[in-house]
């Protein structure tokens, strides 16, 4: 990794183990007079490999975390690690490396190419990858290999976001992060979204956080963490995980 800065020289506590590990996170918007605190000391562990919900309504800071976890914005205060290095410290190309190796990032507005076929859209990104799925194989993971050659206007709102989950994946990223991804869909496509992102979680192995406002999408999760005013406000595990076929909202 880039950074020299590591958990072993920070002294953090416990943070090695974890994917990211967020400590005291402070996130404050400077508005001409007024101070928007988005986030008012967020500490948080992710582990390998779980598919864990961030839940909270609308204004609590959760795209502001899941952008200070995959190196879009910086916070104000505290620290984040990544795999035990201090991603906070991490200089801009370090940044642009860990995003572009690692980080999937899943959005509720697909920003496809519209000029682009579904299998050409996935091919930008795995042709600057270093170890990438094939983009067929990539678009066959979200069950649209036989669309690989339709463009995004002649595709559903729910497959335009599955052709750009297969791209975020396509990479074999270590962590998989989604802002809202059915926020823009109806129930049935929403379902069928939420299934893509649950079967790479489960097929690739990537560490995926899903936010949301839906209580819901919740029971699909390992672990969901409350967000509210900028904090934590609790996390609870589900005994049972609910396959996405099975949500209905
Ligand atoms: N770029 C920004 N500039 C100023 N305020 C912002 C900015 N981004 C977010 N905020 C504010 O920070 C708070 C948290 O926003 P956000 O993280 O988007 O919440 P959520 O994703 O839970 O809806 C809100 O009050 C929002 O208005
Ligand atoms: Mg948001």
Same mark, same amino acid.
């Given at each position: 990794?880039?950074?020299?800065?590591?958990?072993?020289?920070?002294?953090?506590?416990?943070?090695?183990?974890?994917?990211?590990?967020?400590?005291?996170?402070v996130k404050t918007y400077q508005?001409?007079?007024v101070a928007v605190h988005a986030l008012n000391g967020?500490?948080?562990?992710?582990?390998?490999?779980?598919?864990? @919900? !961030? /839940?909270?309504?609308?204004g609590s800071g959760?795209?502001t975390?899941?952008?200070?976890?995959?190196? &879009? %914005? +910086?916070?104000t205060?505290?620290?984040?690690?990544?795999?035990?290095?201090?991603?906070?410290?991490?200089?801009?190309?370090?940044?642009?490396?860990?995003?572009?190796?690692?980080?999937?990032?899943?959005?509720?507005?697909?920003?496809?190419?519209?000029?682009?076929?579904?299998?050409?859209?996935?091919?930008?990104?795995?042709?600057?990858?270093?170890?990438?799925?094939?983009?067929?194989?990539?678009?066959?993971?979200?069950?649209?290999?036989?669309?690989?050659?339709?463009?995004?206007?002649?595709?559903?709102?729910?497959?335009?976001?599955?052709?750009?989950?297969?791209?975020?994946?396509?990479?074999?990223?270590? @962590? !998989? /992060?989604?802002?809202?991804?059915?926020?823009?869909?109806?129930?049935?496509?929403?379902?069928?979204? &939420? %299934? +893509?992102?649950?079967?790479?979680?489960?097929?690739?192995?990537?560490?995926?956080?899903?936010?949301?406002?839906?209580?819901?999408?919740?029971?699909?999760?390992?672990?969901?963490?409350?967000?509210?005013d900028g904090r934590?406000?609790?996390?609870?595990?589900?005994?049972?995980?609910?396959?996405?076929?099975?949500?209905?909202?």
């Amino acid at each position: 990794m880039p950074s020299p800065t590591t958990a072993a020289t920070t002294g953090a506590e416990g943070v090695k183990d974890a994917v990211f590990a967020a400590r005291s996170v402070v996130k404050t918007y400077q508005m001409g007079e007024v101070a928007v605190h988005a986030l008012n000391g967020v500490d948080l562990d992710l582990w390998p490999g779980e598919f864990v @919900v !961030l /839940l909270g309504p609308s204004g609590s800071g959760k795209s502001t975390l899941l952008n200070i976890l995959g190196g &879009l %914005d +910086a916070p104000t205060s505290g620290d984040v690690f990544y795999r035990g290095e201090k991603l906070t410290a991490f200089n801009d190309s370090a940044l642009t490396r860990y995003r572009r190796d690692h980080v999937g990032f899943v959005f509720q507005f697909y920003n496809l190419i519209p000029s682009l076929t579904a299998r050409e859209n996935v091919a930008l990104i795995t042709e600057i990858a270093p170890n990438p799925l094939d983009p067929v194989e990539a678009l066959a993971l979200v069950d649209l290999d036989k669309r690989k050659n339709h463009f995004p206007s002649q595709m559903s709102g729910g497959e335009q976001q599955r052709v750009a989950i297969a791209r975020a994946v396509a990479k074999r990223p270590d @962590v !998989l /992060l989604c802002d809202e991804p059915t926020g823009a869909l109806d129930v049935h496509t929403g379902v069928l979204v &939420l %299934d +893509a992102i649950q079967r790479v979680n489960a097929e690739l192995g990537a560490t995926t956080a899903v936010i949301t406002h839906n209580a819901v999408i919740a029971k699909m999760a390992d672990r969901v963490i409350h967000i509210s005013d900028g904090r934590i406000a609790g996390e609870e595990r589900n005994t049972k995980k609910v396959a996405a076929s099975e949500l209905e909202w």
